[in-house]
């Protein structure tokens, strides 16, 4: 019997198969039930909220043995290689932690890697609602929070690598105190007031300390809480989520065999010293990438110098990124072309291509950004100029963007038409026979093997069409 109006085949399979599928079903309830039109999307946020308790737990863990403080004192530890150099309070705390407390190394990467994966998760899930167009409408409020929850990740991630006091964060503060100082009028007060007077300062690490334990987490909790809340609907049973044990288990499998901050090999921070071939952690290299790629642009207004290679490289990409992130949604209906019905006209149906181009030419961007911040390494280890690496990334971040969108554009069209095609002539088989006419053919089969059967099966003229190449019963055409 044909169901009319029914667009899915009907499932079939014996007890087995049924029994799987309810096991499946028990085992990943949140996949299958939450979010039964997504799954992936619910993954990888259920991801996310698993990494961000796992940095809590350790971080919680850390906070016992860790010393915020800038004071100057000897080494004497361990590490002999740095015995009687001396270092911070801070930096002697994170070298004990790793050295000298049982455990301390491990938890310490596990911290860090568990910081990378939120932010690494939090971006899966966001492409993936993206490239699904799942962020309008009701869906808006859980788009703004996960775009809200990206930067969050990363300043909270970032203010933790600043804590160690090492080389490599003693540099992230010079980078950060050089953008702060290109802001015109208050850029030299937002400096004294954030470090407590002259940059670096003894206070810098202290507030960074209160800002990492207690505000971004209260913030980023917050709004995870925000995005999983519960239904309206009744209560139920809560199961446990395999994705939590694997989570976790793949957070100590890192922090166990793959090094991450070995702060001792960098040693500590010395104002007016940076680490060669330094670059920040991956989430934060397309925020160094324009810093390198900028020209060093300088106006005098007033008798006062601006900094435009540092002001606009520094304000004006994460400011238009995330703006873009959070507003794309509203734009969406311009972009992919979709229209309501306007008096007598009839609706314009939306072209997915157009959001699909905007995507990947927005990857295309971030992607050369983060490239761009290690010019210095790709220079030396290719053996090319400096200079003639930092003009390729100008040229491809100015013009890689819109090559990708025109390019994916037309990909995304010639993949359509042939799915149309082949929806109304077949898949091509590569089988060719020769007709009644002497003439060839190529035998097509339907592009969907699983559909309905028709109510008439075909018979011998079904089948001679199918080889002469005329119209098919699946096609739908007369």
């Known amino acids: 019997m044909v169901v ?21 079903r028990r085992l990943v309830p949140g996949a299958l039930r939450r979010d039964p039109r997504d799954c992936w999307a619910a993954v990888f946020g259920r991801i996310a909220g698993y990494s961000f308790a796992v940095a809590v737990v350790t971080g919680v863990l850390l906070l016992p043995f860790f010393r915020p403080s800038m004071a100057t004192a000897a080494y004497h530890g361990s590490y002999r290689k740095l015995d009687g150099v001396p270092v911070s309070q801070a930096y002697q705390s994170v ?138 609907r009744r209560p139920r049973r809560v199961r446990p989520d395999p994705l939590l044990p694997l989570t976790c288990a793949v957070l100590v499998l890192l922090g166990t065999i793959a090094q991450i901050n070995p702060v001792w090999l960098i040693g500590p921070y010395q104002p007016g010293s940076i680490t060669s071939g330094a670059v920040p952690d991956w989430y934060m290299g397309f925020l160094d990438g324009p810093l390198r790629l900028m020209p060093a642009w300088e106006l005098t207004l007033a008798g006062h110098p601006l900094s435009l290679g540092v002001l606009i490289a520094g304000l004006v990409p994460p400011g238009l990124f995330f703006t ?77 963007p819109a090559l990708a969108f025109l390019l994916t554009r037309v990909i995304c069209h010639a993949l359509a038409d042939q799915r149309r095609d082949e929806e109304l002539h077949g898949r091509e088989t590569g089988r060719i026979v020769r007709n009644t006419q002497g003439g060839y053919d190529e035998i097509r089969e339907p592009a969907h093997r699983a559909a309905l059967p028709s109510a008439d099966p075909p018979g011998p003229a079904t089948a001679r069409q199918i080889l002469e190449g005329g119209p098919m019963p699946w096609t739908g055409r007369a």
């Open 4 to 24: 009319a109006g029914r667009r899915n085949p009907p499932r079939s399979g014996g007890p087995a198969v049924g029994r799987l599928a309810a096991g499946t």
């Open 95 to 232: 070298l004990a932690i790793s050295f000298d407390v049982r455990g301390g190394l491990l938890i310490r990467q596990v911290h860090h890697w568990s910081a990378d994966l939120f932010v690494a998760a939090t971006c899966l899930r966001l492409l993936r609602v993206f490239f699904r167009g799942r962020f309008s409408g009701r869906a808006l409020p859980d788009w703004l929070i996960w775009v809200t929850l990206l930067p969050l990740g990363m300043v909270a991630a970032y203010t933790g690598t600043i804590l160690p006091d090492d080389g490599l964060s003693g540099g992230s503060l010079g980078v950060d105190t050089g953008v702060l100082l290109s802001v015109p009028v208050i850029g030299t007060h937002l400096v004294f007031w954030i470090f407590g007077g002259a940059p670096p300062g003894h206070q810098i690490i202290g507030r960074d300390y209160w800002v990492h334990i207690l505000v971004l987490p209260a913030l980023a909790g917050a709004l995870l809480l925000a995005a999983f809340r519960p239904p309206l």
């Open 324 to 400: 873009a992130l959070a507003l794309y949604p509203i734009a969406d209906r311009r972009i992919t072309g979709g229209r309501p019905p306007r008096g007598l006209l009839p609706p314009v149906p939306a072209d997915p291509a157009n959001r699909t181009a905007a995507g990947v030419a927005g990857i295309t961007w971030y992607g050369l950004l983060w490239a761009a911040a290690a010019n210095d390494e790709i220079a030396y280890h290719l053996h090319i100029p400096l200079y003639t690496v930092t003009w390729i990334f100008r040229v491809l971040v100015l013009a890689g």
